[in-house]
């Protein structure tokens, strides 16, 4: 059981930074006002993709994937030795074609890990994107870190794969995504995730990521 002196109180979320490993508690109304994340950053309370602005129109500014870690068909795994992150998209379940989801999550992968393999002018389409998890009790997360699409050795096929799953006799495919999470600890200060949609994930990328250029401070140790 956390120690909950070192659990940031719901009450608190509204201006608080965003620590690697650090819990964030949930409200106890028992509504969907008690998710933390809404609090925490303009990216709406519902799914595993939640974003500010439209994966449909290429305008997302900012982007949170979050997972339960509780489907074991789509097992959601931190590698804590490599950093990888391998993150399973939203088309969970057959009847849809890979990208007609009703959040659009798959569309955000397929154009941040596009955009990842082309000019830096199309890698500053892609927005920040930071990863949290379930924690416990009630409403609890973590925030695991910021993402970068990809993984050093990967081709651009394994970062982001199709694959084929079935459900009652029925196909369907999803997409494998993979990502690193980077050598960042801190974000500062909380008010920057209030203006975030001018930033671009270029922007607040740590030097130390080859390809991306030099970040606007906003991450430190």
């Keep these: 059981m956390p120690d909950d002196e070192k659990v940031v109180p719901f009450e608190a979320l509204a201006d608080t930074d965003l620590i690697v490993d650090q819990l ?7 509504t969907m006002a008690d ?17 500010s602005g439209s994966p449909r129109k290429g305008t997302v500014r900012l982007a949170v994937l979050y997972t339960t870690g509780a489907e074991p068909d789509w097992p959601d ?23 007609d989801t009703r959040r659009w999550g798959n569309l955000l992968l397929r154009d941040a890990f596009d955009w990842s393999h082309e000019s830096a002018n199309a890698r500053r389409r892609i927005p920040p994107i930071l990863l949290f998890e379930k924690a416990a009790p009630g409403r609890r997360i973590m925030f695991r870190g910021l993402l970068a699409p990809g993984a050093s050795g990967l081709s651009s096929d394994d970062e982001l794969q199709a694959i084929w799953r079935s459900t ?9 995504a993979r990502f690193t999470v980077l050598d960042v600890a801190r974000s500062r200060p909380a008010g920057w995730c209030n203006s975030v949609r001018g930033v671009s994930a270029v922007q607040i990328m740590p030097s130390s990521v080859p390809g991306w250029p ?6 430190g140790r």
């Excluded at 964030?24 to 028992?30: H, I, L």
């Design 214 to 219: 030099a970040p606007l401070g906003l991450w």
């Design 35 to 51: 998710d933390p994340l809404a609090r925490l950053l303009p990216v709406g309370n519902q799914g595993g993709f939640r974003y």
């Design 168 to 176: 009652g006799g029925r196909r369907f495919q999803n997409y494998r």
């Design 24 to 30: 964030y508690d949930g409200g106890r109304t028992g």
């Design 77 to 99: 795994v931190l590698d804590p030795q490599t950093g990888v992150f391998t993150y399973y998209g939203d088309n969970r379940s057959p009847g849809h074609e890979l990208h």
